[in-house]
């Protein structure tokens, strides 16, 4: 194996051969070492309109003023027309957060506003970035639509995304209790550096493994599949210091 998706963690090898052996490497090998011919579309579905689309904006939703005014425009729009069922708040518990007892119940409107903030959020981030990978295939002259093996380059910065979304509810419940959180500006302005900055150099060395490549186009393929992911760093940015 190249890699340790494959492994199902039995631990027959454990023993065999010296099959197992405890050593360094970088964290980076697994990625550089995956060849074209293996790279797999759906992995970098996964990665780009999914943890970098959908779940950004399923962690963003419930600070955004744009969510607000998106279902205030729906329900005016409605209201307009006498047409309520959507504003109905009898949704079951497990279709819709639904709990009377503690005035948390959610209409069937604030179902269909996130659902459409999220499908936005998802076709501006991840469409940004399946751009800038079809317009580097172009550059490089790629054998498929999109060069799916670069895209495992945006692993970085989809785990630091995730990991700044999931921890801003936490962060926020501290601040709550009026714990002291100087640190978390400068840490989250650091991890989304060290986020990008390691996606570039993993792209930057995926890049360098493309034969027969002039260096005008690995630096004009590395440039723009960086520029889409602006919108990334951009969502955050408005989410932290914005609203």
């Not at 962690?59 to 027309?81: C, D, G, H, T, Y």
């Not at 995730?162 to 978390?184: C, P």
Request: hydrophobic fraction near 50%; aromatic fraction near 12%; glycine fraction near 8%.
């Amino acid at each position: 194996m190249t890699g340790n998706s494959d492994c199902h963690m039995c631990g027959r090898c454990s023993g065999h051969r010296q099959a197992v052996v405890l050593s360094s490497r970088s964290p980076a090998q697994e990625i550089l070492n995956i060849e074209p011919a293996k790279a797999s579309y759906w992995d970098i579905l996964l990665l780009a309109p999914g943890m970098l689309g959908v779940a950004t904006g399923a962690f963003q939703w419930s600070a955004s003023p744009w969510f607000v005014q998106l279902k205030q425009n729906i329900a005016e729009w409605l209201i307009e027309r006498d047409n309520f069922w959507l504003l109905n708040d009898n949704a079951p518990w497990w279709l819709l957060t639904h709990y009377p007892d503690t005035n948390d119940v959610f209409s069937y409107l604030d179902g269909v506003s996130i659902l459409l903030y999220i499908g936005a959020t998802t076709a501006v981030i991840g469409g940004s970035i399946m751009a800038g990978l079809w317009l580097a295939g172009r550059i490089i002259k790629s054998a498929t639509i999109i060069p799916w093996h670069l895209g495992y380059s945006l692993t970085p910065l989809a785990g630091t995304s995730v990991f700044m979304g999931l921890t801003a509810l936490t962060i926020s419940m501290l601040k709550a209790e009026h714990i002291a959180l100087d640190w978390v500006e400068p840490m989250r302005i650091s991890l989304m550096l060290i986020g990008y900055g390691w996606m570039a150099y993993l792209l930057w060395q995926k890049t360098a493994q493309i034969n027969k490549l002039q260096w005008l186009q690995r630096l004009s393929a590395w440039v723009v599949i960086l520029v889409g992911t602006i919108p990334v760093g951009l969502s955050w940015y408005i989410m932290f210091y914005v609203w």
